[in-house]
Each structure stands twice: as structure tokens, then as C-alpha cells.
């Protein structure tokens, strides 16, 4: 691979939550991957040995035996392979009938909880919801039930539907399931899906576990064995958003066509999440040798509904030491690794060969061996589009936690992941979706004193996830390169601006402490860091010609009569000059009429609109015209049923590059 070109490091602009395991952190804010349909399926073996009911009873139905007849309906698993959709960015999910007549949701799967829950209600950012007054079979239980997690968090009424799964069943069941009224940080902007089905242990059921969840419901009516499987496909693919045949969720047993050679299974130490245990950790092939439990502080899960692999603090700064150490590009952005910055590349470049692989060693089901997944960077380092033009950006796909491990959608993806709750055991497999893999047995020493040898298990490609071959043999033989450290845009754009125009980037307050900021030519003009930033609007005044900052104020819309001195303000700016304008709390309350036209004046169409609380920003010219592409203006109201901090609605911001006057 040719020497890495120029490259920035940006900020990620979407938040997005994608934690659904009550106690556990969120994942970092992320953008989601493009997904892809699961190919190069093998042929199905022939089933294992002992009679159907037999394999059923162990929780290793296969598809090629008949459809698991029951008198509610058939199970058929060929009809699951890819009824998932989604990426890890957004989640996966189902498709499900409810109600009767049926109305089509699209459902979260999520291994780290259990309840089963749907929108009740409309919501500005989802496109459906459960309407249980249309629904002649719908129940209600009388209670309501709350579901809290570190961030955000669901209210709704517990009652019971039929329920459909059209992909694998031919019958409805009869589950309990909450109509969500009430949310915060629970629907947000981008996701494609309207509730959540937890598939964790009835331990984590809400309001308690004798609320039985879905999949219990769905064993005891279907007469499946207690296991479920999932697929996820999205290994080493880039943003697109379109979430297509996504994976598979096989409900009841295993599909052989959806992995390759063995199973190696770990077994769970509690049931209520998925909890395992991991032994120790490698990157490059060098230990991190830290102390077991370390890696299990304080609990080690599986989690399809967490983004990132997240690890415990300690773990999570070792981990980015030796990464750091062992990768090929020097002297990388703290950001990147905290996850605030992604970095980018020219289109012709990928970085996957400049960083290390990763092995989790798991305890083996026969409690003197055990086995490794490995992580190869095509799973953690992750590609993001929106960079466009030449540029490709990627955002490392690891976090820390506060109070636990947990292999989220980062390292499933890698592989297909059976929850066997029939034998108490989670086992991995090589997932033909995440590219042609084959499986190598190596037998170590362990690093814990207690175990006096292991049987490892590697996953390790055949060939590359992309056009940029390299070996994963090869790397440690590799001389050492130089790469340029990675450069950032000015305002953290995802693009650069051409020369002959001025970049910008102009970001509303949020809740408390997301304050409001204005960023012009990579200055930042108004700010926290400046202290220049307060309740009210703030308002940015920019010499056109020459690029220079002539003022800057804020104006308190909550307090005080300052309407007055703002529309002074306003009018002060000389002729040829940009105006930015951002809010941050309350801008409204104060805001008077004669405010309202001097803005209007400047081409706002939103001034009039402003409500209490409502994030906004705007962009002005004032004595000429800025060109119709240029983004000028956006806003979002406050609404107590969808604000994501309590109060105050999402922070909103625009960016762009304005034309210089011509010299």
C-alpha cells in the first residue's frame, strides 16, 4: 500500500444512543454503517445425530429438519435468513404484525434487555406507531411500566397483542407489550425502527420479572426450543443509510447456511443479561496482561444492542496504548480514540493494514480450555461516509464503560452469535457475511493461573473485507511507515472548502451546558471556551471583504428588555457584512415585534416561529446575496414528549462555505 494521503479529523455530527440495557452507558455518539446482503452461503449440513425431538429438546434444531410443527404454527428457519435490517450505527430490526387487523412496525433487536415495547404514540422521528384503539385484540393490564437507561429513558402501558412474525412463523402469539407514550433519548433522528424487543432473561424485565417477556411467551406458544441466533452483515462497510437485508434473527435453533466451520460456545455465568467470561485480551499478539478481573468488572455481556465493543476504563486505556503503539500512523488525535473525531483518508487509501488485530479469549464450555474471537480492524476501525469528494473517513469502533464489558455490534458482526439459554452458553461461529473467514486451533498457556492450557480458536480472513489486500500474517514483518498524521478541516467540516470561500459552521445550546457556538474560518468566534456565550441569542458580526470579526453580543430573550439594544446591534453591522446568529436556552420570551422584523428584514423565514426554548440558527448577508445553495437557516421547537434533555430539544447546526468576493 502506497504511503497514506492528507487526512482530517472531524467531530462526529449525529448522537445517536443505541443502548437499550438498563445500568449500562450509552454507546458514543456515532454515525451508522451501510449494510449489506449476506453472501457466499454454504450448503446446509446434514442435521446431528438423535431424533428431531431430541435435537429440539438440546436447542440444536437445524433447517433442514421439517418445520417445527406446534399447534400454534410452524417455525421455519429458512424463512429468517435475512429478516433483519439495519446497521450497528442504528440497530437492527425486525419486522412484526400487531394487532388486529395487523399494523406493520419494524423492531430493535436487542440482547441487553427485555422488555417488549413499540411506540404508542406519534413521534417526530418515527413515521409509525402502535395504535391499540384500532386493534379489536388488544389488552390492557391496568399498570404502567418505566424503563431507564444512563441516558434517556421510556414510559408506557403494559397490556397483550397478538403478534406476527412473517418471516419464520405462520401463527400469531399472544406476549405482553408496552405502548410507549412517554420517552426521552429513546427515539431519535435516523432510526428506521419504532420499538424495541428485548431478548435478555425476565431477571432485567420491567416492572418485574414476573412479567413474562416475549421469547419465553414465544417458546412455551411455538414450541421451540429456548435458543435464538443472530447475523449481523455489516463488517467493513461504509455509511449509505438505505439498511437492507441487514442480517438474520433465527428464532428457535440455529441455520447452518448463516455460518462456517464449528461453534465454539462460552458459558453463561448469569442469567439475566448474557453474561460471560473473558480471560484475557491481545492486540497485535501481545498480551495486555492485566488481572482477569479486570476484564469482567464488573460483568462481561453480549449485547446486539450496544454499538461499540465498550470496555472497563482500564481496559479501554490499555487497549488504546498498544493500538496506538502498534499501529503504523504516529502521533494520532486524542479525539479519535475518545470517539469525538473521525479520521479521513483519500478514497484510493483504507487504513485497515496499519492496525492491529484484537483477541478476546473466552472460556471455553469445558472449563480447562478456552478459545479466542478475533477482531480484525475492518470490524473495529470503522468507515463513515459523508466525507465526499476524495475522502473517506473512519471512527474506531471501541469506548470505555464505568461498569462493564460488553461485545456489542462492533464484534457480532464479525460473527454469528447463538444465546443457547436451553444449555446456559453463547457460542460464535464464522459469519460467511463478514467475508470468507476460516477457522485456526492453536494450544497456549494460560495467562490465569488456574487454567494450564487453551484450545484457541482464530478467525482469520482467507482474503481482505476490501480492495486494499493485505495479510494479517504480515503485518508484525512490515517495514515501519510513515504515515502523515491525519489533518483536520477548518470548523471541523467533513469536507474542505475550496480556497475562494470562507468556511462556517454554526451550532445551537442544548440543555444545560450544551452551550451554543459559531465557528468561522476554523476561529471559533462565540463559545464556551470563550465565555463569550449566554442565555438569549448570540449574534457574530463578519467583515465580508476581508473575513475579520467586527462584533460579537449576546442578548438575554428570558430576562431584561433587550430587544432594543439587539435590533442596535443588528443595525450597526456596516453594509457587506455576515451575520450569525445562534440560540442557546430561551431566545423568545422577551423577543418583541420590532426584534422580530429587524431579522425578518435580514431573510429569516423562521424568526416568527420562535417559541419558548425553541433551537435556532440563522445565517445572514446584509447589502448583498449569498447564493441559493447556501444553508441559511434551521430550527426545532421544544417539546416536553420529545426534547432529548429533559426541557430543551436537540442542539441543531449548519455548515458551509460561503464565495469570497471576487478581488
Known amino acids: 500500500m502506497g504511503a497514506l494521503a492528507r487526512a482530517l479529523l472531524l467531530p462526529l455530527l449525529a448522537q445517536w444512543l443505541l443502548r437499550a440495557a438498563p445500568e449500562l452507558a450509552p454507546a458514543p455518539f456515532t454515525l451508522p454503517l451501510r449494510v449489506a446482503a449476506a453472501t457466499n452461503r454454504v450448503v446446509a449440513p446434514t442435521p446431528g445425530p438423535g431424533t428431531p425431538a431430541e435435537r429440539r429438546a438440546d436447542g440444536l434444531a437445524l433447517a433442514l429438519e421439517p418445520a417445527l410443527e406446534s399447534a400454534a404454527g410452524a417455525a421455519n428457519f429458512l424463512a429468517m435468513v435475512d429478516n433483519l435490517q439495519g446497521d450497528s450505527g442504528r440497530g437492527y430490526y425486525l419486522e412484526m404484525l400487531i394487532g388486529t387487523p395487523p399494523q406493520k412496525l419494524q423492531i430493535l433487536v436487542d440482547t441487553g434487555s427485555s422488555n417488549f415495547a413499540v411506540a404508542g404514540a406519534p413521534h417526530s422521528y418515527i413515521d409509525t406507531y402502535f395504535d391499540t384503539e384500532r386493534s379489536s385484540t388488544y389488552r390492557s393490564k391496568g399498570f404502567d411500566v418505566t424503563v431507564k437507561y444512563t441516558q434517556g429513558s421510556w414510559t408506557g402501558f403494559v397490556g397483550e397483542d397478538l403478534v406476527t412474525i412473517p418471516k419464520g412463523f405462520n401463527s400469531s402469539f399472544l406476549v405482553n407489550i408496552a405502548t410507549i407514550f412517554e420517552s426521552e433519548n429513546f427515539f431519535l433522528p435516523g432510526i428506521k425502527w419504532n420499538g424495541i424487543l428485548g431478548l435478555a432473561y425476565a431477571t432485567l424485565a420491567k416492572p418485574s420479572s414476573s412479567l413474562e417477556t416475549f421469547f419465553d411467551s414465544l417458546v412455551t406458544q411455538a414450541n421451540i426450543p429456548n435458543v435464538f441466533s443472530m447475523q449481523m452483515c455489516g463488517a467493513g462497510l461504509p455509511v449509505a443509510g438505505s439498511g437492507t437485508n441487514g442480517g438474520s434473527l433465527v428464532l428457535g435453533g440455529i441455520e447452518p447456511s448463516l455460518y462456517k466451520g464449528d461453534i465454539w460456545y462460552t458459558p453463561i455465568k448469569e442469567e439475566w443479561y448474557y453474561q460471560i467470561e473473558i480471560l484475557k485480551l491481545e492486540i497485535g499478539g501481545q498480551s495486555l496482561n492485566l488481572d482477569c478481573r479486570e476484564y469482567n468488572a464488573d460483568k462481561a455481556i453480549v449485547d446486539s444492542g450496544t454499538t461499540l465493543l465498550r470496555l472497563p476504563q482500564k481496559v479501554f486505556d490499555a487497549v488504546v496504548e498498544a493500538v496506538a503503539r502498534a499501529s503504523l500512523i504516529p502521533e494520532f488525535s486524542d479525539g479519535f480514540w475518545t470517539g469525538s473525531q473521525l479520521a479521513c483518508w483519500t478514497n484510493s487509501e483504507t487504513p485497515w493494514s496499519y492496525f492491529p488485530k484484537i483477541s478476546i479469549y473466552l472460556r471455553d464450555e469445558n472449563s480447562s480450555r478456552s478459545f479466542r474471537i478475533t477482531i480484525l480492524p475492518q470490524l473495529y476501525i470503522q468507515p463513515m461516509m459523508g466525507a465526499g469528494l476524495n475522502y473517506e473517513c473512519y471512527r474506531f469502533g471501541i469506548s470505555p464503560s464505568t461498569n462493564a464489558l460488553v461485545i456489542g455490534a462492533t464484534v457480532m458482526e464479525g460473527f454469528y452469535v447463538i444465546f443457547d439459554r436451553a444449555r446456559k452458553r453463547v457460542g460464535f461461529a464464522a459469519s460467511p457475511c463478514a467475508g470468507p473467514l476460516k477457522v485456526v486451533f492453536l494450544v497456549l498457556a494460560s495467562l490465569c493461573a488456574w487454567y494450564s492450557g487453551y484450545l484457541l480458536a482464530e478467525l482469520i480472513p482467507d482474503a481482505p473485507l476490501s480492495s486494499a489486500a493485505y495479510s494479517i500474517h504480515s503485518i508484525g514483518e512490515r517495514p515501519v511507515l510513515k504515515a502523515p498524521v491525519p489533518k483536520r478541516q477548518k470548523c471541523d467540516h467533513w469536507t474542505p472548502c475550496p480556497s475562494d470561500t470562507y ?44 473575513g475579520n470579526v467586527t462584533a460579537t453580543q449576546h442578548f438575554d430573550m428570558y430576562e431584561g428588555d433587550n430587544s432594543g439594544p439587539m435590533i442596535k446591534f443588528i443595525q450597526s453591522a456596516p453594509p457587506k457584512s455576515l451575520l450569525f446568529m445562534v440560540t442557546y436556552d430561551d431566545g423568545s420570551t422577551r423577543l418583541n415585534n420590532d426584534a422580530k422584523n429587524a431579522i425578518e428584514e435580514l431573510g429569516s423565514k423562521e424568526i416568527r416561529n420562535m417559541k419558548f426554548r425553541s433551537s435556532w440558527v440563522f445565517l445572514a448577508a446584509k447589502g448583498f446575496e449569498l447564493p441559493s445553495e447556501i444553508q441559511r437557516e434551521k430550527i426545532n421547537h421544544s417539546d416536553t414528549k420529545n426534547n432529548r434533555y429533559s426541557g430543551w430539544p436537540a442542539e441543531i447546526q449548519i455548515e458551509g462555505c460561503i464565495p469570497k468576493e471576487p478581488s
Open 503 to 546: 468556511a462556517y459552521r454554526l451550532l445551537s445550546g442544548g440543555g444545560i451546558n450544551k452551550y451554543a457556538k459559531i465557528c468561522f474560518e476554523d476561529d471559533l468566534l462565540m463559545g464556551e471556551k470563550l465565555g463569550n456565550v449566554a442565555r438569549g441569542i448570540n449574534i457574530a458580526i463578519v467583515n465580508y471583504v476581508t
